[in-house]
């Protein structure tokens, strides 16, 4: 049940933000995921291809915008890494 306080959380405080899609929704269920698959860490350290795989989604442009979205909506804060091989790092919600 601790797992899902996230999740709960953030359904709840998007109820009301027409700022967020279907796609935001999708990105931060994979971080979620990806989190709890990886011991619950935070923050997370994930490379975008692993997220955008979980999420479904193809084009890079859009895994960026919806995560640099939610990040500027305080939804979760993000790192992005500058180098190709180091991972982002992505602070959730606990």
């Known amino acids: 049940m601790q797992s899902e306080k996230p999740l709960l959380h953030f359904f ?3 109820s ?9 929704i999708c990105v931060f269920a994979a971080l979620l995921y990806y989190r709890a698959v990886r011991g ?19 084009a890079p442009k859009t895994y960026r915008k919806c995560i640099k979205d939610l990040s500027e909506y305080g939804y979760l804060r993000y790192e992005p890494s500058l180098k190709k091989n180091q991972a982002s790092r992505i602070y959730l919600p606990e």
């Open 12 to 14: 709840a405080s998007i």
């Open 16 to 24: 009301n933000d027409y700022r967020i899609s279907s796609t935001h």
């Open 40 to 58: 619950f860490s935070n923050p997370v350290f994930a490379y975008s291809a692993d997220i955008m795989s979980i999420a479904k989604l193809s």
